[in-house]
């Protein structure tokens, strides 16, 4: 990270949104850009690897998601509420079934061919994993939302931690979801987990939560980050695989809520109808309740319509800007630069 030119990060942003095009123009531009292969089978893993490749050689990272196990949750009254909202805009509801996202298989995938970093997210791998992955050439970074899941990453020998602020938008990376609370778990503040974290780990950390622009990017790193994760920035740039009801729904100034409404694991997305509907009886399983809501969230997309959508975004989602990566990049290290 210290290799860096510019501390930024592209956070990897599952289901179509971060694209090789993407990354490839945060690591051009300085910085370090991440495929995400959640939902992706591994064959459509290696084709974006090849990708990014081919339209670059500057180095990149990866993202898998960490398994868990079958939730145990009655959805038997969700999949009802679901199928109804589904059936009212002409679709059937999808299969509320739970799966590994093939997560062995994409590791495999990178340790028989490496990448320059591997991240981890919703917990973290083995020590015997970490240990595979940098044999094979690869730096580990372990998602984090707590001082206690900093030091269990760090016991599995992990290179850097990520850490997650409450502010970030999208998935939650709590090791183990609560089932209750809105987070999944203890709720902390992005400054003031990187202080927490920081106290008590030698790592390389970074921030991820918020950071939209150069004074939130400063202020993490002054607090004793390394590099600062942006998600939310880049949505608006057109180099993202952002679908239209998304971006749309980023410029009419709305709020951000955690909800489990669509996936069954708390996030973090911009207010909209069905977010607003259905949050409160939401249960926690995932990814039963994602692939339950697919079929519904895909067919609001289709028409353009971001009320039934999980438009992932978090707290800085008022201050996006609608440019090419690139030029964010370049006007975010003038930005940093400004406040050191």
């Avoid at 009320?307 to 201050?319: C, K, L, M, Q, V």
Wanted: hydrophobic share 45%.
């Amino acid at each position: 990270m210290d290799g860096l030119r510019v501390p930024v990060i592209a956070a990897p942003m599952a289901g179509g949104v971060s694209t090789p095009e993407l990354v490839v123009a945060v690591g051009a531009a300085g910085g370090l850009g991440f495929l995400a292969t959640g939902y992706l089978s591994p064959e459509r893993v290696k084709e974006q690897i090849r990708r990014t490749r081919a339209l670059d050689r500057c180095p990149f990272g990866v993202n898998l998601f960490v398994p868990g196990s079958p939730s145990g949750a009655d959805l038997t009254e969700y999949s009802r509420v679901i199928e109804r909202e589904s059936r009212a805009i002409g679709v059937a509801p999808g299969e509320p079934r739970w799966e590994d996202d093939d997560y062995r298989a994409k590791l495999d995938l990178l340790i028989a061919d490496p990448v320059p970093v591997v991240s981890f997210t919703f917990g973290a791998p083995t020590a015997s994993d970490v240990r595979r992955l940098q044999r094979a050439g690869s730096r580990v970074v372990v998602t984090v939302t707590s001082p206690a899941e900093a030091r269990l990453a760090e016991a599995t020998g992990a290179d850097a931690l990520c850490l997650q602020g409450i502010e970030a938008g999208g998935h939650r990376a709590v090791f183990v979801d609560d089932g209750h609370s809105p987070a999944g778990g203890p709720a902390h503040e992005l400054l003031e987990l990187i202080r927490s974290v920081r106290a008590e780990i030698d790592l390389p950390l970074i921030a991820a939560g918020g950071l939209a622009d150069g004074a939130s990017i400063a202020a993490a790193l002054a607090a004793g980050a390394t590099a600062a994760q942006l998600g939310t920035a880049l949505l608006r740039c057109p180099e993202a695989g952002t679908r239209p009801a998304h971006r749309k729904a980023l410029t009419e100034g709305r709020a951000t809520a955690l909800t489990r409404a669509f996936t069954g694991r708390p996030a973090r997305g911009l207010v909209n109808t069905m977010l607003s509907r259905l949050s409160e009886t939401a249960p926690a399983a995932y990814p039963e309740v994602h692939h339950l809501t697919a079929p519904m969230r895909a067919a609001f997309a289709a028409a353009g319509d971001p009320e039934g959508i999980s438009a992932w975004a978090g707290t800085g989602s008022d201050r996006t800007r609608e440019q090419p990566a690139a030029g964010l990049i370049d006007e975010l290290a003038e930005e940093i630069a400004s406040r050191r």
